[in-house]
């Protein structure tokens, strides 16, 4: 049987929200946006794997700083719902006091992970401390969190690509999509 390509597997979409191009601009921008912002420190940037792959590798490449970068794996998702369970394997004898750090997630949903995650930063008293997400979803949160650099608004809909996942398919598409949910099997 033939393997299926990237381009076949956009076939899976119902459409596409936001392309390729669109995505690079708005990272440029964002990208910008921080190096202004940070001019002059080392940033340690906090990295939510596997979902911000791709985001933070085309955001960090384009912010002129020197760059700590830190990954954590969280995960809270099973399908295309929110567990309310938030795991995060968090390394042993992390510090960030006195640093400027910045915490980074594809998106922004129910606002568990950031909340969570975001606290837990806070508690180790950093110099500064900001969050990032390519995308947030509009709709009431479960928690409140603030989100100070946000790629793009999005309606609440589930979507996959340029890192995000259904049961950890279609993070490599280049775009970002609404899944067609029968063909996502
Ligand atoms: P929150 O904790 O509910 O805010 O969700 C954040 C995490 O859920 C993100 O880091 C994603 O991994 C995952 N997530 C939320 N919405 C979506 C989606 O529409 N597609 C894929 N993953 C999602
Ligand atoms: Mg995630």
Same mark, same amino acid.
């Given at each position: 049987?033939?393997?299926?390509?990237? /381009?076949?597997?956009?076939?899976?979409?119902?459409?596409?929200?936001?392309?390729?191009?669109?995505?690079?601009?708005?990272?440029?921008?964002?990208?910008?946006?921080?190096?202004?912002?940070?001019?002059?420190?080392? #940033?340690?940037?906090?990295?939510?794997?596997? +979902?911000?792959?791709?985001?933070?590798?085309?955001?960090?490449?384009?912010?002129?700083?020197?760059?700590?970068?830190?990954?954590?794996?969280? /995960?809270?998702?099973? +399908?295309?719902?929110?567990?309310?369970?938030?795991? #995060?394997?968090?390394?042993?004898?992390?510090?960030?006091?006195?640093?400027?750090?910045?915490?980074?997630?594809?998106?922004?949903?129910? +606002?568990?992970?950031?909340?969570?995650?975001?606290?837990?930063?806070? /508690?180790?008293?950093?110099?500064?401390? !900001?969050?990032?997400?390519?995308?947030?979803?509009?709709?009431?949160?479960? !928690?409140?969190?603030? /989100?100070?650099?946000?790629?793009?608004?999005?309606?609440?809909?589930? $979507?996959?690509?340029? +890192?995000?996942?259904?049961?950890? !398919?279609?993070?490599?598409?280049?775009?970002?999509? $609404?899944?067609?949910?029968?063909?996502?099997?």
């Amino acid at each position: 049987m033939k393997k299926k390509t990237v /381009s076949g597997v956009i076939k899976d979409l119902q459409r596409i929200l936001i392309d390729e191009k669109a995505i690079e601009k708005r990272i440029r921008e964002m990208a910008a946006e921080i190096s202004a912002e940070c001019t002059g420190k080392v #940033v340690t940037v906090v990295a939510l794997m596997d +979902g911000s792959l791709f985001f933070v590798a085309d955001l960090l490449r384009r912010i002129d700083l020197p760059i700590k970068l830190v990954t954590l794996c969280a /995960s809270s998702y099973h +399908g295309t719902k929110s567990t309310g369970k938030l795991t #995060v394997n968090w390394p042993a004898n992390i510090s960030f006091k006195d640093e400027t750090v910045l915490l980074l997630d594809d998106i922004l949903d129910t +606002g568990l992970t950031l909340s969570e995650i975001r606290a837990h930063i806070e /508690s180790h008293q950093p110099a500064w401390l !900001r969050c990032g997400v390519l995308l947030s979803k509009r709709r009431e949160r479960a !928690r409140e969190v603030t /989100s100070e650099y946000i790629g793009f608004e999005i309606e609440d809909e589930f $979507v996959v690509g340029y +890192g995000m996942d259904y049961n950890g !398919r279609f993070r490599n598409l280049p775009c970002i999509g $609404v899944l067609q949910l029968d063909s996502a099997d």
